[in-house]
């Protein structure tokens, strides 16, 4: 394959399945994850969690604790008064501090915190820490925390309202009065999330000489939880240094921030004996940084007589939980950026409500947002389909934006750089056998049984902007990403970045970059990580933007050390440097047969023999760049901006079957297409397809965190809380459309968050299709035996 | 708590000792007292498989199982899989080949359980397998390169016997 920005003849790796460089230290047990570090000296913390929704602490007594052996030291929210700031948080200033100060508002909030010389000590002395609670009212509804006179979740605020706005995008009410057709429907998205594998961890170490802090962690984003703990633990962010180990998945539910501070403040207690905290698979599902997307929707969409769609609004109430502090307002406003998904849909409307409750503060997770928000779009599309008796597949076909339309700007204000909608749906049809599909499904639904199909479109926004969070606080544009390219006097290639590894492969795919780039072997490069002291700025993983943001930076440092190069080649020569040309990993000079010089050859002649090199060439073989996307925005008053720089897009054609004696959902096949741009690494790519259906497989049919009237969690196991295994996810069909990217160097698109955008929706649309000969429709998932049940109860009295 | 009780066990074919209290897992022997940290503990409450060893020939939940219980047992975990020189194990090549992991947290978890079972039953098909998949959680592959690797690990093990055998 080539590509017009590497200078070869064919890429060995770019393009190609590539086996990860990551995989032989993984499967052997070796790869270091956060709970194997053992440091000198080091204590291990237990935190002691509320036991109420919301209470008044009337009186901590920690005195027989502190006198067990083997502990070291206690923290209370009177060090977190004494020592910290409140967590930062979206919308601003809903945070509060890590240990609560004098209210508990949710259960699992910690209290307290241990630090002894074993877990087991720290656990032991947790039960003799005396708490006397005052309880106070909780409210867990965010309809009823809206009506006046509800208990207040944080007091001073005076309102549980942390945000309520509404953005008007195009001639929408113009849209509403002329249309043929209106349809209106709610839908309820209830409460999930990240759940990786491997919980969260982290060690923090307090120097009490230079007052300087050392943190190692499950870390997704090492730059801002460095930035975060430089802020809440009042430390210049000079003086924080942050290390993230391989993780055991994050899928941004790495939330932890709590658990950073408390091991920090137990460190300065503790003389600056290193602290270790492994948060505990109870404590994540009660507490952690696991859940997500607590929302109530109406929805409606205009259309006209011809079934296309002229507008669309969506009013969203979304419950966050007791604070902001996990960011989780983020996932209200990503869906701006792709509002109206695959359509040309000319006018919308969003109106949303941000609303604090006793329940646990909701965080990241894949997609942040988008995926309930297209699994409300697509339902309306099949709404007005059934009603309009238009196939569904038709119906977003007539409504899919134009392949020769793009660039194109959607309502709302982000560009989507290209697409090919019509031939990914073809491309999907075809691969389900959709006529036959239809006709085996008119063959059951003649026996009785309830047999759907379901056909969705959605977008995958991706490479991340700050700027599409305007509108619930976040004030930056640019998600800068570096990389430095050094070769060694051997001609060995190093490459540092400032993020770890998580899973999905970018270490190979920055070896791929930088190994076609200079023509060598996979091998010859290594990539190791940096910690934020010396790290270029990095965001590392998030957001569908790393593959895109990664490659960008390196291949900018590749080709700033590649002129380097070229200077020292000419200056060798005594050439103009235009005359030097790096082709297939050999610099030439133009219209001299037979000058030539390997890369390893100009790099060890640049650090061992300086009496050669050209004046004003220091002898370093090494370039740093640093990538931001390109043509980004400021976002308006309607929080429009160009903000992800990419739109992948997918269609999905799924067949379920429903039990209707027990409400199960059966998905009897799974097909379906995305275009994501260039594949880098398609191997790698069809993994991030494959893990992202899973989670979405479990979103619309298993997945809920489940909480009473009282506030109090009713998950607490992975019993309880329905991670999906291998007998529930189906083996799919899959093929692949390529629309280059003309933004990206590459070509390539973000699809790292990939088909947990979609899945929810397919699926669905495959639940109610098969519900529809029943007269029943449900607008609320996950689609659980329990729901469907009922549902067809309902129908027969 | 007072009152350690001596454990001594053959682990990956080296007789180890420990002192422990009543109360400490196999997973928690095997991790902080022998430094086989390898094996990863991803729930504590038996669900998810990521702690998963082999022990006496069965394929065992060492967050479930108390270090005590262990006393005499033979066990093997994730770093007796490959050869003394680091060559891979037919299992964890076929995974590497099949992309058959993303964050590699359970996937130690994964391979002993599949281990135990091909050696158990070295015929075992897709039924077998994901009968015993099914006690092994994974958050990101989402299944498919795991069976996709597990099938061709079964069939590289069967290949590996018969040219041992043959």
Partial sequence: ?????????????????????????????????????????????????????????????????????????????????????????????????????????????????????????????????????????????????????SPLVIEDKGTNVMLQCELTWGEVDAAFAGAAHVFTERFRWNRLGANPMETFGVISEWDPGTLELTVHGSIQSPSLSALGMASTLRIPSNKVNVKSMAHGGSFGGKGGGRGMDITAMLSRKAGGRPVKWIEDRMEYLVAGGGQAWDRHYEASIAVDAGGRVTALTVTLVDDIGATGEGFGAIGAAKPIAAFTGPYAIGAARYN?????????????????????????????????????EIDPAELRRINFIPSDQFPYTIPSGNEYDSGSYAEVLDAALDLAGYKEMRDTQADARAQGRLVGIGVASTIEPGVFDWNAYSIVGMSQTGVPEGATVSIDMLGAITVRVGFSLEGQGQYTLVSQLVADFFAVDLDDVRVVQLDTQSAPPSFGPGGSRLGVAITAAALGACRRLAAKMCSVVAGLFGVPVDDVVLWDGVFTVKEREGVEMSVAQVAGLMLARCDLLPDGIDPLPEATYVWTAPGRTKADDQGRAKSYLTAAQSVHVVMVEIDPETGVVEILEYCLADDCGTRLNPATVEGQTEGSLAQGVGAALYEEYVYDDEGQPLVGTLADYLIPTINEIPTTKKTAVVTPSPFTPLGAKGCGEGAIHITPAAVMCAVNDALAPEGVMLREVPASPRRVWNLIQERKA | MSGELRVRLRVNGTTREALVEPRTTLADLLRNELGLTGTHVGCEHGVCGACTVVVDGRAARSCLMLAVQADGAEVTTIEGLAGADGSLHPIQEAFAQEHGLQCGFCTPGILMALHALLVENPEAGEDEIRDVLGGQLCRCTGYQSIMRSALRAAADVRAAALEVAG
């Fill in chain 1, 1 to 149: 394959m080539t590509y017009g920005c590497l200078p070869v003849s064919a890429t060995r790796w770019i393009g190609h399945d590539v086996a990860r460089k990551e995989d032989r230290s993984l499967l052997s047990g070796r790869t270091r994850f956060i709970d194997d570090v053992v440091l000198p000296q080091m204590l291990h913390c237990a935190i002691l969690r509320s036991p109420l929704p919301h209470a008044h602490i009337s009186s901590i007594d920690t005195s027989e604790a502190e006198t067990l052996p083997g502990v070291i030291a206690v923290v209370t929210g009177a060090d977190a008064l004494a020592w910290c700031k409140p967590a930062g948080s979206a919308p601003k200033r809903w945070g509060v501090h890590s240990i609560a100060t004098d209210t508990v508002r949710f259960v699992g909030e910690p209290v307290a915190a241990v630090a002894a010389v074993s877990r087991a000590a720290a656990e032991d002395a947790l039960e003799r820490i005396t708490v006397d609670y005052e309880p106070l009212e909780p409210v867990t509804d965010p309809f009823a925390a809206m009506e006046a006179g």
């Fill in chain 1, 352 to 388: 949303l409500t941000l609303v604090a409750t006793n329940k646990t503060p909701v965080s990241a997770y894949r997609g942040m947002g988008p995926p309930p928000h297209f699994l409300v779009l697509e339902q309306m599309m099949d709404v007005a389909a059934r009603a309009l």
